[in-house]
């Protein structure tokens, strides 16, 4: 057993300790894909009648991976250069103590290649379903915020400005529609994710030479295909056409998908840590006791969940370059590139877990301050009506005219610190426009300004959100079949 100073408790890893993070992906989660992928293995080629059928109660024996020694698989992964190598000798060990010959059916026909790819499979498919789950949550809380604030009027923001009014609702309403996006994606990814059984040289040449042997009665095609696609059903995943030693698509497509998780989390939390800003107070975290202190200053109240989540999405694309520059794999098993996949798809997969879960986490929790919203938009004294009434000033006077106007009028407010409807209505009444202008300009400048399309455009994420929940919540478990 691995001592004190050798185990990862996560000390750098705040966020993680809020989700499941290690569960899904620590050594011992891997070791026990690993060993799933193994004694699938072993129980298909008993179906397939390859392997005798008391390997069944041997298998029995064999599945739960705590019964190993991690940290001596661990160690002894150095020598053959992958974890498979050392897990297999033990495997063996072990299924020789419940009975003689056990080991000679164990880790037949595969490559160390095939049993780490599936056992990433098997990872991978278990980080995914918890992903769904946490986006799922994510999505509620945010369509209960859209909706909840449709006519919470705020300042929409560019460039780190006051832009054009905006309501909160409509703000939420494009974080849920960027997590219904992402949410298929995930889906998607969840539901194609292949098995690896291909051999030394991804020809299953081994197998074929066994089925031929030991099943000489029997098509050897049809043996060999009952035994990848029962492979493929007995550990919930999919049939690939062919092996992917060194086709690393599957990978790649992977990692931009926990990328996107990570980046659609941590772009809500990046909205969120900005509005918690004190000069700016619009949203903030309800804190509990404990939660957003600082070693120095006893008066804070950081949005500790948002800092987390933005610093996890933050370090995803460094990530993703390295599972994307594995795709270029040589010859039939690459050397290096394979094994360069491991460490970052771990930390990559981690990441999304924990991104997205305290993002759920913040949504569910994010306290709506509406009165501070409509103070802050009277910090410019007019100024973010400007585009509306430009817009309504076009069109008697002319586009450029217009512009022309409010921009002499805005500088003139800004550096003599008067409004600027006070400003605009003193040059529209020396420049002679009529009074109905006049009355309809001086109506802009008011926080109940039409907001365009957001009513509409907050419906029809809701719509969607509803139909896609919906959707989810009756969908059965996707027959999976080879493509």
Not at 239 to 265: E, K, Q
Not at 275 to 289: D, H, K, P, Q, Y
Request: with cysteine.
């Amino acid at each position: 057993m691995p001592d004190a100073d050798t185990i990862d408790a996560g000390l750098l890893n705040p966020l993680g300790h809020g989700s499941r993070e290690t569960q899904l992906t620590s050594d011992s989660a891997w070791l026990q894909a690993m060993v799933d992928a193994e004694v699938a293995l072993t129980r298909t080629l008993i179906t397939a009648e390859l392997v005798p059928d008391w390997m069944n109660d041997v298998c029995d024996e064999l599945t739960n991976a705590a019964h190993l020694d991690l940290a001596a698989i661990a160690a002894q992964g150095r020598g053959g250069g992958n974890p498979v190598i050392p897990l297999a000798k033990h495997l063996g060990a072990a299924a020789e103590a419940v009975q003689a010959g056990a080991s000679d059916h164990i880790h037949v026909g595969a490559t160390s290649q095939d049993i780490l790819d599936t056992a990433a499979m098997l990872v991978a498919h278990r980080v995914t379903a918890e992903l769904i789950t946490q986006l799922t949550d994510l999505a509620h809380s945010l369509a209960g915020l859209a909706d909840g604030h449709r006519d919470t009027i705020m300042a929409g923001r560019t460039l780190g400005q006051q832009a054009s009014p905006t309501s909160f609702g409509f703000l939420a309403a494009g974080w849920l529609d960027a997590v219904l996006a992402v949410l298929n994606r995930v889906n998607e990814t969840h539901d194609a994710l292949p098995v690896q059984l291909g051999g030394a040289v991804g020809n299953l040449a081994v197998l074929t030479e066994i089925a031929r042997t030991r099943r000489p009665d029997a098509p050897v095609q049809h043996t060999v295909d009952a035994i990848v696609q029962g492979f493929a059903r007995q550990l919930r995943l999919v049939v690939p056409t062919l092996s992917w030693h060194t086709n690393r698509l599957v990978i790649a497509d992977l990692a931009g998908v926990l990328a996107s998780a990570a980046a659609v989390a941590g772009t809500i939390a990046l909205d969120v840590s900005v509005m918690s800003r004190t000069e700016i107070g619009e949203v903030s975290e309800r804190l509990g006791a404990g939660e957003g202190g600082s070693s120095a200053m006893p008066h804070k109240r950081n949005p500790v969940s948002a800092v987390l989540v933005v610093a996890a999405a933050r370090q995803a694309p460094g990530l993703v370059s390295t599972l994307v520059g594995s795709v270029l794999a040589e010859d039939q098993r690459p050397s290096g590139a394979w094994h360069a996949e491991w460490q970052p798809l771990r930390t990559l997969e981690g990441l999304a877990i924990s991104a997205v879960t305290g993002a759920a986490s913040l949504a569910a929790r994010l306290y709506v301050d509406p009165e501070r919203m409509r103070a802050n938009l009277e910090l410019t004294d007019g100024l973010i009506f400007s585009e509306r009434v430009t817009t309504i000033l076009a069109e008697a006077l002319g586009k450029a005219s217009a512009f022309d106007m409010v921009q002499r009028a805005s500088r003139e407010a800004f550096d003599t610190n008067r409004p600027l409807q006070i400003v605009l209505e003193g040059v529209l009444a020396s420049d002679g426009c009529d009074d109905a202008l006049r009355y309809r300009i001086w109506d802009a400048f008011t926080c109940t300004a039409d907001l365009g399309q957001s009513l509409a455009g907050i419906d029809r994420v809701l719509i969607r959100y509803r139909a896609q929940c919906t959707e989810a919540d009756t969908a059965s478990e996707p027959t999976r079949t080879a493509h």
